[in-house]
């Protein structure tokens, strides 16, 4: 009998159990493709956590792979002793459909084990319950959320005592607690709970960190100019930005705020959108409907856990336009810099962070106003980590840290991307730039005038089926043991392997190291700069691809993106356009 169909009726013949998840099982009992992506594998527990669709199963988010990662992440913590079980975990999460059932049997788990346990009394931003770890000197939190996934989603973030998502080897450590548990057997059950060990918290938390957010801003009087005549349309997509974006920009003088009213109240269903995500011109619909009725020249939307901002703007011609995250992340460095710069208050040991799949324009920015500027991995954790060696050896002055997935990070009070202070600081640059006449496009053009044309494109390819861990693997290798001549019609001279941790020169040969952790990524230059990178999602069954470019004109830029996506879908031998967002 394979291993599979042991789980499956393991879970059918078990008394701990429901008899609704019994219920589910049963339906799919003579469906064996189903039943082995449901049960061939546990979740793999990364530096992400966890993520999955919500259903019976061990590779499924539910009560108990919740609780059997929680446990995991219980027996680490004992091993670290009374200290930092008193100094406890804080749990929040967002407002997807099961988050509340799953960070309570979170904190069931972990006061089992005399853990103490915050858990927010509602839902909170995730760059809240980062910085919450931080402000309660907390060993550990988790997070329910899955972000910007689709309504079917949930998934479980693990933070570290200094706010950040955990190393790889803490998160081999817990991956190794939780599989050497029996899911069924081991886990401590609700009964088990220790009430005494559950404080809710929530209120107090919310001064502290909106105070940290307000701190951020960089030309406060920007606001207070423009307050009779911005207009900012907001929704949070049904998420846990409902509450927080709004208040922050009140703090600051914004006068006429527009909610989204239809998307303002919480809701796991994300009713009218297929992904609520603001990467995504369609998440918009609602807000650019009222902006037109209040003449709003801005439109602002945080994804469910509040981590991820997107912007929509009106153009030259009246039209609202998207702004992109590589866009923004320029945006707001150029914006940031000019700001102190004109207040004399820019720092001489000024750096910023960004990703490798991060657009270069931010290497243009920081080096026309004498910046430091570091480049990361994929991940918040990557940022972080570079901030926690400036704190260790006590030099630079943290400005601004960003992906190109629509995350922003200014302050040290968190070590996540938080759309909180990422809202306020786009609505002051806004007002900044409204006093100037211009909008948001109009500044990105400005941008593009000044440092040169930059195009990013990315596209994803999903294989969800039971083996698509094992196509991804297979597609992963073949890109790196058929490194291309050339993309784009220009050779290739620069191919990085960050998962043997080498950079290889094509044309001399030379080999070096890339500096940065060892990571599932491959990366291609061009003779020109322009790149191509592939990376599976950490959080996703996908391989995402990413396109960076530059050209002369706008027009050289979009045609260089577009010619090295045509040769990327050639080498993994896709139709032409297969390639999308």
Not at 447 to 472: N, Q, R, V
Not at 562 to 573: M, P, R, T, V, Y
């Amino acid at each position: 009998m394979e291993d599979y169909i042991r789980n499956y009726e393991s879970w059918l013949t078990s008394d701990s159990v429901d008899e609704e998840s019994k219920t589910e099982l049963r339906a799919i009992e003579k469906d064996e493709g189903e039943k082995k992506m449901r049960f061939s594998s546990y979740m793999e527990f990364g530096t992400g956590g966890l993520r999955a669709r919500m259903g019976a199963g061990t590779n499924m988010m539910n009560t108990y792979t919740v609780a059997h990662a929680t446990e995991g992440v219980a027996r680490l913590i004992e091993t670290l002793g009374e200290d930092a079980k008193r100094r406890g975990v804080i749990i929040g999460r967002d407002s997807r459909n099961n988050s509340d059932l799953f960070a309570r049997r979170s904190a069931e788990v972990l006061s089992s084990h005399g853990i103490k346990v915050y858990l927010f009394d509602g839902i909170r931003p995730t760059p809240e319950l980062s910085f919450g770890v931080r402000h309660l000197g907390c060993i550990a939190g988790i997070n329910i959320t899955a972000s910007h996934n689709p309504s079917a989603y949930n998934g479980y973030k693990l933070y570290w005592e200094d706010g950040s998502q955990p190393t790889k080897e803490m998160a081999d450590k817990v991956s190794s607690f939780i599989l050497s548990t029996d899911i069924l057997t081991e886990v401590p059950s609700s009964a088990d709970a220790k009430e005494e060990y559950i404080e809710l918290v929530g209120p107090e938390i919310d001064r502290v960190f909106l105070e940290n957010v307000q701190a951020q801003s960089v030309y406060p009087d920007a606001v207070k100019k423009a307050a009779d005549t911005l207009k900012v349309v907001y929704t949070p997509l049904f998420g846990a930005g409902a509450k927080h974006v709004p208040e922050i920009l009140r703090r600051i003088g914004l006068k006429h705020i527009y909610p989204v009213e239809e998307q303002m109240t919480p809701n796991g269903n994300f009713p009218g959108l297929s992904k609520p995500n603001p990467e995504y011109p369609a998440s918009f619909a609602l807000g650019i409907e009222l902006a037109e009725k209040v003449g709003s020249d801005l439109i602002v939307a945080t994804d469910p856990d509040a981590d991820r901002v997107g912007v929509m703007a009106r153009d030259k011609s009246g039209e609202f336009k998207c702004i992109t995250g590589n866009q923004m992340g320029s945006l707001l460095l150029d914006y940031i810099f000019t700001a102190l710069s004109e207040q004399n208050k820019l720092p001489h040991d000024a750096y910023a962070v960004k990703t490798i799949v991060t657009s270069e324009m931010a290497t243009a920015i920081c080096r026309s106003f004498g910046v430091e500027l570091y480049n990361g991995l994929t991940g918040f954790k990557f940022i972080a980590e570079v901030i926690r060696r400036h704190e260790e050896t006590g030099d630079g002055t943290f400005l601004l840290g960003y992906e190109e997935s629509y995350g922003y990070m200014k302050g040290l009070y968190a070590r996540d991307k938080d759309s909180v202070v990422a809202s306020m600081l786009i609505c002051e640059m806004a007002a900044f730039y409204s006093l100037r006449g211009m909008t948001l496009i109009d500044a990105m053009d400005a941008l593009y005038e000044k440092y040169g044309y930059f195009t990013e494109e990315s596209a994803e390819i999903y294989m969800e089926d039971a083996d698509g861990k094992e196509k991804i693997a297979a597609m992963m290798d073949s890109l790196r043991e058929r490194v291309p001549e050339e993309l784009g019609g220009e050779k290739v001279v620069n191919f990085r392997d960050y998962d043997a941790e080498k950079i290889v020169d094509t044309v001399t040969g030379k080999v070096t190291p890339t500096g940065l952790p060892k990571s599932n990524v491959v990366y291609f230059m061009t003779e020109s700069g322009n790149v191509v990178v592939a990376r599976p999602s950490g959080t996703e069954p996908k391989i995402k691809f990413y396109i960076l470019a530059k050209g002369e004109t706008s027009e050289k830029s979009k045609t260089a993106a577009a010619s090295c996506k045509a040769s990327l879908e050639k080498l993994l031998g896709l139709n032409a356009g297969s390639l999308t967002k």
